[in-house]
């Protein structure tokens, strides 16, 4: 597939590594899922799903227009600047990009394709307010009802790379994000198909941090592919997929009757409940026991590496770890 993209990463910026999670981009994989749907199989129970409400997404077909043709301008494709942005914040850092990009993206590219493009190169401003808007009804519309789920995936992917770091170092992290991502020599090599931003005719193989975080962005709906910007702005980003993506669409059952014999219903349920993340307090509702029979519970579930617990602002999250979902199936 010709020579790899290169990313070189100094001990400073090596320093700055982290991860992150994007609804946008999480609303943006969404669209291309509809796009080409054989090509993400495992998400067809949502594409089934999904296809129903399309009539609920206006000016849609503005979006597939940019998922159609590659590469794909990167305004589309903000870095998250925190943990996980709001995506507000994420739609208002798209609508106040530099028009000048917009306009580089084309000019860099094949030109505009469609009555929209054209438009969106002459105005640049009210093209990423509609797309923005666009984005924001994707999600609320065929993203939000799943959310939880997705984000669960998202934060267990977190969770167990975060132990592999503690564990085995940062080299064992970068191996293991995806078949064509690999660690030598002091950079990332990221080979094969699949890139899906900013990658422009003649863009350098060598992505230059310039001493800025590099932030790796677990996604589910953009599974099997890995994105890279080779043009940062800001810090660069590595999308790729998370781990146990199928398990997203996968219908839970109760508690099976051989693990609530092996660890006690209570246990067994609350891993169950915990196909979403949630609070101390949030998971007590939903079991009808007291939060401090669910923190009990929880701290013998942590210890057997079943649950991970991370704050997420004020919040504290608790989640179900790899080790869980493999016990479970």
């Not at 992150?20 to 899922?33: G, K, W």
């Not at 984005?135 to 519309?141: S, T």
């Not at 990332?188 to 230059?208: D, I, M, N, T, Y």
């Not at 998971?283 to 649950?307: F, K």
């Amino acid at each position: 597939m010709g020579n790899p993209v290169r990313i070189p990463i100094s001990n400073h910026e090596m320093a700055r590594v982290r991860f992150a999670i994007s609804p946008v981009y999480e609303a943006l994989q969404a669209v291309d899922v509809l796009h080409v749907p054989g090509k993400h199989g495992i998400h067809l129970p949502w594409v089934r799903w999904a296809r129903p409400l399309l009539h609920q997404v206006p000016d849609l077909e503005i979006l597939t227009g940019f998922i159609g043709r590659d590469p794909r301008p990167g305004v589309l494709v903000p870095v998250p600047d925190v943990h996980m942005p709001a995506l507000e914040d994420e739609l208002d850092t798209i609508r106040t990009s530099d028009p000048a990009r917009v306009r580089m993206f084309f000019d860099n590219n094949e030109p505009p394709a469609d009555r929209f493009q054209r438009e969106f190169y002459d105005d640049p401003p009210a093209g990423l307010a509609r797309l923005a808007a666009v984005l924001h009804r994707v999600f609320d519309v065929l993203v939000a009802p799943h959310w939880p789920r997705i984000l669960g995936v998202l934060e267990a992917d977190i969770a167990y790379r975060s132990r592999v770091l503690a564990d085995s170092g940062v080299a064992a992290v970068f191996d293991d994000l995806h078949p064509e991502v690999r660690w030598a020599d002091g950079e990332l090599r990221l080979s094969g198909a699949g890139f899906s931003a900013e990658l422009w005719p003649l863009a350098a193989k060598h992505v230059a941090l310039d001493g800025r975080a590099l932030v790796l962005a677990p996604g589910v709906f953009s599974w099997p592919d890995k994105c890279v910007n080779t043009k940062p702005t800001t810090a660069g980003i590595l999308h790729y997929p998370a781990r146990a993506v199928g398990t997203v669409w996968e219908t839970r059952r109760p508690a099976p009757d051989a693990l609530s014999a092996l660890i006690g219903r209570t246990r067994a349920e609350l891993l169950v409940r915990l196909a979403e993340p949630g609070t101390t307090s949030q998971l007590a509702q939903r079991l009808g026991v007291t939060a401090g029979a669910v923190s009990q519970h929880l701290g013998v579930l942590r210890g057997a590496g079943l649950v991970a617990t991370r704050r997420d602002g004020r919040a504290v999250l608790h989640l179900r770890t790899e080790r869980a979902e493999a016990l479970l199936r």
